[in-house]
């Protein structure tokens, strides 16, 4: 499913037309994603935690070269799904 289906489905679902539910998901998304930048978490209790993880620095290997190469720290956004999440997709 694409951006559009899922558009064309929440207007399906909550009787708005496509552009409110256009809205409101791309007002969802930036919700998600500005918190995540602030190192928040998000629960959303039946359908999963939204946050963020640190990765420390590492050592790695250059794939074209095989010389060892360290790949530094960084922040990654992370999806949980929740328990009724999981059990509604292995029905």
């Known amino acids: ?12 679902k909550t009787e708005l037309s496509k552009k409110d539910a256009e809205k409101a998901l791309k007002a969802f998304t930036d919700v998600v994603a500005e918190e995540l930048a602030k190192g928040e978490k998000i629960q959303l209790v039946g359908f999963g935690t939204f946050e963020v993880v640190e990765r420390p620095e590492r050592e790695g290997l250059n794939p074209r070269t095989k010389e060892p190469m360290t790949i530094a720290a960084s922040k990654a956004p992370k999806f949980k799904a929740g328990k009724a999440l999981k059990e509604l997709v292995n029905e």
């Not at 499913?1 to 399906?12: D, G, R």
């Open 1 to 12: 499913m694409n951006k559009t289906e899922l558009v064309a489905a929440i207007a399906e």
